[in-house]
């Protein structure tokens, strides 16, 4: 599973950052280099201490790291300079924003994710924040959804989850999918996203008693919307 590390100035903001994560009962592996240990001068970051949370938070899958300013970047890489080459090929420093980054990434790695798709998360992270904005247009990585060709098979479902499809249960639906190989594509009224991509399913807003469709076209297109409905009669397991 991708470790997340999170590379701070400041371990009170850590602390309450990894508070916030904790919420979402990831098993992801979160670790912090926060502060510097100093009592007079706390604020600050240490590259010994980013190395040695790398180390603790690697399980042989890779690892996220993610900075708040400039110099923690710098501190994140010299860190890398230090670990052993073949774990330094295995960490990825990334230019997310942090808060919602990161807890994009803690989702996705719990869900198992592979290094590239959980940093793509932390990246996306900012989207849902952007398009929910007033004067905000559509947000690109929505779609309009077109009227499916023939070959597609679709199942329809009614979102009863009271806080509808917030980040858990979209990270399950996420994960769900991904061990199948048919092309999907998930739509909500006019609207349609990449259902096996976390920041693009929370850009949809869905909620409850909205109607969702899932198309599928594919080899294993049948098995996966028995899991999409499947997983919807149990409200995505929230």
């Not at 592979?114 to 559509?138: F, S």
Request: glycine share 10%.
């Amino acid at each position: 599973m991708i470790g997340i590390v999170v590379v701070s100035h400041s371990a009170l903001l850590a602390a309450g950052l990894k508070a916030l994560a904790d919420q979402l009962g990831s098993p992801a592996k979160l670790l912090l280099a926060a502060g510097v240990d100093d009592p007079d001068h706390p604020i600050g970051t240490d590259a010994i201490a980013v190395m040695s949370a790398i180390e603790e938070a690697d399980d042989g899958s890779g690892v996220l790291v993610l900075m708040d300013l400039g110099s923690a970047l710098l501190s994140a890489e010299t860190a890398l300079e230090l670990l052993p080459p073949e774990l330094g090929a295995r960490v990825r420093l990334c230019p997310a924003p942090l808060v919602e980054g990161t807890l994009a990434a803690v989702v996705a790695a719990g869900y198992g994710l592979t290094l590239d798709e959980v940093a793509a998360e932390a990246l996306g992270a900012l989207g849902p924040k952007q398009g929910m904005l007033a004067g905000k247009t559509e947000p690109e990585a929505v779609e309009a959804a077109p009227v499916p060709d023939d070959g597609w098979l679709r199942c329809e479902v009614v979102v009863e989850n009271p806080h509808g499809l917030h980040v858990r249960p979209a990270a399950r639906l996420v994960a769900a999918l991904k061990p199948f190989s048919a092309e999907l594509k998930l739509q909500k009224g006019d609207r349609e996203a990449n259902p096996r991509s976390l920041t693009r399913l929370t850009m949809l807003d869905v909620r409850q008693g909205d109607r969702l469709i899932l198309l599928a076209r594919g080899e294993d297109a049948g098995a996966a919307l028995d899991a999409f409905r499947q997983l919807a009669e149990v409200r995505f397991g929230d």
